[in-house]
């Protein structure tokens, strides 16, 4: 029975269903071929059919299980019907059995926060660059990302055609990170990943800073953090205030499950109370490893630059 459960597994069981549905969406629209562009703010900061559709899909299928939830997501969207199609009310069934952590157990829905990037790496997205697009749900409690899952709509996308589209990671702080093999950058080797579409005086100050070994320029938050927990990255270093906290919180999530960190570029903590604003304004430091190494790196023009 479901009312065995605690609500955060539950949510947690259900926003992994919904992020593969989610998965699908993605890739039928890419198949269909009508990306449905608009510019929102600039030319690099796009919306697509997919981004709609998505939050649609997430924000529906979760307000309709979990009525008392406040529910984040990026895109502005009019208040429509929503097609039953894009509903989902599964659960994945793995996560239930998992205990929840004992910190957890008496939440309550009205007590959670769950931040939503229908389509994170957009602009990657539109130019084919699709291993770069998550989608990400994250789930904060009291101001801090306490669960959080991401679908990989492209995983395995270059393996051939036989190979098996999209993965999704999950994981709560406490119980772990699911759904990858965790894998560390060599020792000695400094790796940095930064944006790929917002670069700036700053960022490649800040990046030049901690004497890297190579720097990948690549898209989305979602992504980058996967670097840092597959081995391919050892820090993710963003000093500008671009990135919002539904690019963040599932991430950081799963980073933090796996004993990485993820900061603004002071060291301070994210908070996501439904009353913050929405843009990390001090720029995101995140490592699985060696933190301290990379933190003490960054100069401090930067710093005073972004205030947070």
């Known amino acids: 029975m479901a009312s065995s459960h605690t609500v955060l597994m539950r949510l947690v069981a259900s926003a992994y269903s919904i992020a593969q549905k989610a998965g699908t969406i ?25 981004d709609r559709l998505v939050q649609m899909s997430i924000c529906s299928s979760l307000a309709r299980k979990f009525p008392k939830l406040t529910i984040i997501g990026e895109e502005d969207l009019p208040p429509e019907d929503v097609d039953q199609e894009l509903i989902e009310d599964g659960q994945w069934e793995e996560i239930l059995k998992q205990p929840c952590p004992s ?29 770069n697009v998550t989608v990400l749900i994250g789930i904060a409690y009291e ?45 000695g080797k400094h790796i940095i990943t930064t944006t790929r579409s917002h670069n700036s005086q700053l960022v490649t100050d800040c990046v030049a800073a901690m004497n890297p070994d190579d720097v990948l320029r690549v898209g989305g938050a979602g992504n980058k953090i996967i670097q840092l927990i597959e081995g391919k990255a050892s820090a993710y270093v963003f000093a500008s205030p671009g990135c919002k906290k539904w ?17 603004d570029i002071h060291g301070n ?19 699985l490893r060696n933190y301290d190494y990379y933190a003490s790196r960054v100069p401090e023009s930067v710093k005073n ?3 947070p």
């Open 26 to 50: 993605v890739r039928h629209v890419i198949a269909e071929g009508d990306l449905g562009i608009v510019e929102k703010t600039c030319a690099t900061d796009l919306q697509t059919k997919a």
């Open 103 to 131: 910190q957890y157990t008496a939440i309550k829905e009205e007590d959670l926060v769950v931040w939503v990037d229908p389509l994170d790496g957009t602009k990657e997205y539109t130019e084919g660059l699709l291993d």
């Open 143 to 187: 101001g801090k990302a306490i669960a959080g899952v991401i679908n990989q709509p492209y995983y395995n996308y270059q393996a051939g055609p036989d190979a098996v589209l999209g993965r999704t990671i999950w994981g709560v702080l406490g119980l772990g990170a699911f759904g990858f093999q965790l894998k560390e950058v060599p020792a």
């Open 247 to 263: 690019d963040t919180c599932a991430p950081e999530v799963i980073l933090h499950a796996v004993g990485g960190k993820l900061t």
């Open 269 to 287: 903590a994210l908070q996501y109370n439904k009353e913050v604003k929405h843009m990390n304004s001090a720029g995101v430091l995140a490592t």
């Open 305 to 307: 630059v972004l205030v």
